[in-house]
């Protein structure tokens, strides 16, 4: 039984698309996030959520769109791709903010 | 900014072959210090929350403890498949987590 799920795992697509990357949660949690880890291997904070409103926003271009339908779903859209978003996009959930916060396996973004 | 730096980088390890791992940190107030287990292709799986200095917490060959600086990643006679990124993480009173970059961690048969 999958706790935080994301679709698709795999995004390949050209450079000046738009995509958007899913998110769900059945864990009942109140918060959900968005993080980017690059090539480095670091994890960074894009976006956080709680009971559907935004919380955290940290400095990520405008052509990123977070939509939170409601408690249990986050999604991530991304207009006009660039090379430099290439990367892997990490969706998590916490029972609150100041909570331990569980990922989902991630979706690699290659853009061409 | 809050900071969060892992050492080493890699750790080659043989079978029973104890370490530790260092994380440290600088934090505009702590409100807690985590520790995830990153497995290739996969997301971080959470190990342990510390809050306060002197905090320790136990977890089959794994033990992680806390001071007002730096966190250890204790391995206690670590087994191949405890291989994996491992990430510390700290979290400020604005809520937000800031990851170190991570120790990838061997263990040779």
């Known amino acids: 039984d999958t706790a935080v799920s994301q679709t698709p795992k795999y995004l390949v697509t050209q450079m000046g698309n738009d995509k958007s990357i899913k998110c769900e949660q059945n864990?009942?949690?109140?918060?959900m996030y968005w993080y980017k880890q690059d090539s480095k291997k670091f994890l960074k904070i894009m976006f956080s959520?709680?009971?559907?409103?935004?919380?955290i926003n940290e400095t990520v271009p405008n052509r990123f769109s977070p939509k939170s339908p409601d408690k249990a779903h986050l999604n991530l859209h991304i207009n006009s791709l660039e090379l430099g978003d290439s990367a892997v996009y990490f969706c998590?959930?916490?029972?609150?903010?100041?909570?331990?916060?569980?990922f989902g396996p991630g979706t690699r973004l290659t853009v061409l | 900014e809050d900071q969060v730096t892992q050492s080493p980088e890699a750790l080659r390890l043989q079978e029973g072959e104890s370490s530790s791992l260092n994380c440290s940190y600088t934090?505009?107030?702590?409100?807690?210090l985590f520790w995830y287990r990153q497995d290739p292709g996969k997301g971080p799986e959470f190990l342990f929350t510390?809050?306060?200095a002197g905090e320790e917490k136990e977890k089959e060959r794994l033990k992680a403890t806390l001071t007002k600086k730096e966190s250890f990643l204790h391995i206690t006679a670590p087994k191949p498949e405890d291989s994996a990124t491992y990430l510390c993480?700290?979290?400020?009173?604005?809520?937000?987590?800031?990851f170190g970059a991570g120790t990838t961690v061997t263990v040779r048969a």
């Open positions: 510390l809050y306060s």
């Open positions: 998590a959930s916490s029972p609150g903010l100041a909570d331990t916060q569980y």
């Open positions: 959520y709680n009971n559907k409103e935004l919380i």
């Open positions: 934090v505009s107030g702590l409100r807690g």
């Open positions: 864990l009942g949690h109140d918060t």
């Open positions: 993480a700290v979290q400020a009173y604005d809520y937000k987590l800031s």
